[in-house]
């Protein structure tokens, strides 16, 4: 066993952004290897707006789960490469319409046959094996759990009662 999995929940989170950096790496060689310059960071917002014409930035962010401002730095980083476009809404002068440009639609259509066998290879590699199967549930229940639960709250009662601190040595 090495040392994260020893670790047990005090570095759930260092081992959830490992995988997700090993996958993610994965995933951009994936393009990488068929000419594509794409980055699987960039997915949601492709992914959300191949389904819809335009969104403002307030539904991308909430959408995709990040803060207003990091949706604005995506978008923002996106239009330096002239891959979207964001225009006023006509009807609320504060909102900001994000739509793909041409290259970004012509990018979407390099992309699509990417996702879908990055999706087929996924399911082939965890069909293999029954505990990976639970992965997406797993992650899932743990998101709702964390969604309803206040865990630095929990941690405070913790330490307020008392229970001695485990060996650390």
Known sequence: MNLYQSLGYLVLGSRLRR???????????AYQNEGIDFDASWFPVFYLLSKNDALSIKELSEQ????????SQLITNLKNRGLVTSATCTDDGRRQLVTLTDSGRALLKQILPVWDAISQ????????????QQLLPAI????????????????????TANLKPADHE
Request: overall charge negative.
């Open 121 to 132: 290879a996924m399911t082939q590699l965890v069909d293999s094996d029954a505990i990976s």
């Open 140 to 159: 899932t229940a743990v998101e709702n759990t964390f969604r309803s639960s206040n865990l630095s709250a929990v941690i405070g009662e913790k330490l």
């Open 19 to 29: 995988l997700s950096e090993a996958f993610l790496a994965e995933i951009n060689r």
């Open 64 to 71: 995709i789960e990040v803060s207003h401002p990091a949706a």
